[in-house]
């Protein structure tokens, strides 16, 4: 059960396994029966914000747009996921304020790993100079000092990294523990 609402604030770079770990903790809460609405930031670029680009402004736009949807839902008491590169620490900072049950997960993996995985085929585009702005190409991508969760995916499996998320849900009073 959901003891108070909160959000859970995927950040890292493209291909360090955001979606992946959302989906993870998803099926998760769905066995434990606790509903969430996922934010995905591939999905959001389609809806909300679509027409936005990737110059720093327009990525503001996009995470603050996030972050107020964020906020609404959480102070209804939901439990949110969101799950965006989110590359800049300021506009992030700006989340956490917003939203206030922030749960700030960085999803660290190396920029080597990822490109190496290439999920959708974007940093070779980037290397190409056929996509600009990419982050951690030519763009930047500045890491979390704080964040309340850190997972590492080049040496953790998706489960380690959806418990040590959930563990943390559940220290921090969002959750009821596991019966189990
Ligand atoms: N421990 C792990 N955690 C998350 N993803 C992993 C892990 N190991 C390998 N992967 C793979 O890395 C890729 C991450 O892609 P994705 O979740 O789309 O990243 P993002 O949403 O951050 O751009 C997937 O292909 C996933 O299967
Ligand atoms: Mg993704």
């Not at 972050?67 to 989340?95: D, M």
């Amino acid at each position: 059960m959901i003891k108070k609402g909160f959000t859970i604030w995927f950040t890292g770079l493209s291909g360090a396994g955001k979606t992946t770990i959302s989906d993870r903790l998803v099926e998760v809460f769905t066995e434990r029966k606790i509903h969430v609405e996922v934010l995905d930031g591939d999905v959001v670029r389609t809806n909300l914000s679509k027409g936005l680009g990737f110059s720093k402004e327009d990525r503001d736009t996009n995470i603050k747009r996030i972050a107020f949807v964020c906020k609404l839902l959480t102070r209804n008491g939901a439990g949110v996921i969101a799950a965006a590169i989110s590359p800049y620490r300021e506009v992030r900072a700006h989340a956490r304020t917003e939203i206030k049950n922030f749960v700030e997960v960085y999803v660290k993996c190396p920029l080597e790993v990822c490109e190496g995985r290439d999920v959708k085929g974007l940093y070779a585009k980037a290397r190409a100079g056929e996509i600009k702005q990419f982050t951690g190409i030519d763009d930047p991508y500045e890491e979390p000092l704080n964040a309340e969760v850190v997972v590492e995916t080049d040496k953790e499996t998706v489960d380690e990294s959806a418990s040590k998320i959930i563990a943390a849900l559940e220290e921090l009073g969002y959750i009821e523990p596991s019966a189990a």
